[in-house]
């Protein structure tokens, strides 16, 4: 079922404007994921999508070719599950994966087969039977997930259903999350402000920034080809090289770097991954911390930038310089970004 939303805005009655006007497609099956700082509009969207929210005169809402823009969220058939599971805490996993099953009064042989597949799918056969309090959280927002699919829904909305977990859990449960969506192939949207969760989830992902999109495309595409300094510093974590232009070129504190032609009116950004240490590089610094993180050192070299800020770089390798030691850097002309804080071409 295809999910299309189009010119949809909402304005809340004490005038915040929390959505500009809006358009967007999410195709068949496609896991899209809203990315964007807390307060940016993700909750608005997903919840003008669920018909839990009215949005402004003007705006449409499309389940594949048919307008639900004024129909109640229980019409729409659509699966959602928050960052607060919202179980019942003493029925079983089983009774509360079953749930919207029964209340759609799906004859109970039936019902049981689809919450036995859902159960296999979401890897919870084995705890069917326990009270769902007896569950960690990981398991828990699993339940959560298999309740929400198992009645079939047209579109699944998920909002930020990591969030709640500790770190270590969050990271594994994200991958598991990924895999499990696609089993499901239902069109999905995944509310995040996370971009490791976008980036690992997601098909496509839209950036968003105080109510509007900034950028929709495949997570390589956002990434290799950011729109706006802020997809840039949003997903990958660029940073801005400021100094003087001379002829062509930046003026760093630590030295010289070549820009490309056209670039003049544009700012430069980099990312740390981009950065390599190099005997033969134009620019100079000093090493101010080294930190090991298992792929690759994390280093923070200062007298590189002009503004003072110090530089980060990630080195692959087995070694790494000193705290105080004096490197040389390059940068691939390729991997610098070139932005306005506008995004530049159609959105
Ligand atoms: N019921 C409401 N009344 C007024 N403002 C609201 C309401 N709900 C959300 N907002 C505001 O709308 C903006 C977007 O909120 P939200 O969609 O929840 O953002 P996000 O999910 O990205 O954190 C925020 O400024 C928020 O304070
Ligand atoms: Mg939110």
Same mark, same amino acid.
């Given at each position: 079922m295809t999910l299309t939303v189009k010119n949809t805005?909402? *304005?809340?009655?004490?005038?915040?404007?929390?959505?500009?006007? *809006?358009?967007?497609?999410?195709?068949?099956? $496609?896991?899209?994921s809203l990315l964007g700082p807390s307060g940016c509009g993700k909750t608005t969207l997903l919840r003008i999508i669920a018909g839990l929210e009215q949005p402004d005169a003007g705006s449409r809402v499309f389940f594949g070719e048919t307008d639900v823009t004024g129909l109640a969220v229980e019409r729409r058939n659509v699966g959602m599950v928050f960052q607060s599971y919202a179980l019942f805490p003493n029925m079983s996993v089983r009774a509360n994966v079953g749930y919207g099953l029964k209340v759609r009064h799906v004859p109970k042989a039936e019902r049981d087969r689809r919450v036995d597949e859902v159960l296999q799918l979401c890897r919870l056969a084995d705890y069917a039977d326990r009270p769902v309090q007896a569950l960690s959280g990981g398991q828990q927002q699993r339940v959560a997930l298999a309740r929400a699919v198992a009645p079939r829904p047209k579109i699944l909305l998920l909002d930020e259903p990591l969030s709640a977990l500790d770190a270590a859990l969050r990271d594994s449960l994200r991958d598991e999350l990924a895999a499990m969506l696609r089993q499901f192939r239902i069109t999905a949207v995944f509310v995040t402000h996370d971009q490791a969760e976008a980036l690992a989830i997601a098909d496509r992902i839209a950036v968003m920034s105080e109510g509007e999109l900034q950028q929709v495309g495949a997570p390589e595409d956002l990434y290799h080809a950011p729109a706006s300094a802020f997809v840039a510093r949003f997903i990958g974590n660029a940073i801005p090289l400021t100094g003087e232009r001379d002829n062509g070129a930046l003026i760093l504190k630590g030295g010289?770097? $070549?820009?490309?032609?056209?670039?003049?009116?544009?700012?430069?950004?980099?990312?740390?991954?981009?950065?390599?240490?190099?005997?033969?590089?134009?620019?100079?610094?000093?090493?101010? *911390?080294?930190?090991?993180?298992?792929?690759h050192y994390r280093l923070a070299i200062r007298d590189v930038l002009s503004d003072g800020a110090l530089l980060q770089a990630h080195h692959p390798g087995k070694t790494a310089p000193k705290s105080g030691d004096t490197v040389r850097l390059s940068i691939s002309p390729s991997d610098l970004l070139y932005l306005s804080d506008q995004p530049s071409g159609p959105k």
């Open positions: 805005a909402k *304005t809340f009655p004490d005038g915040t404007r929390a959505l500009l006007p *809006t358009d967007l497609t999410v195709g068949e099956g $496609e896991i899209l010289r770097l $070549e820009l490309a032609e056209n670039s003049a009116n544009k700012e430069v950004y980099v990312r740390a991954e981009s950065i390599r240490l190099d005997p033969e590089g134009s620019l100079a610094g000093v090493v101010e *911390t080294a930190v090991f993180s298992g792929g």
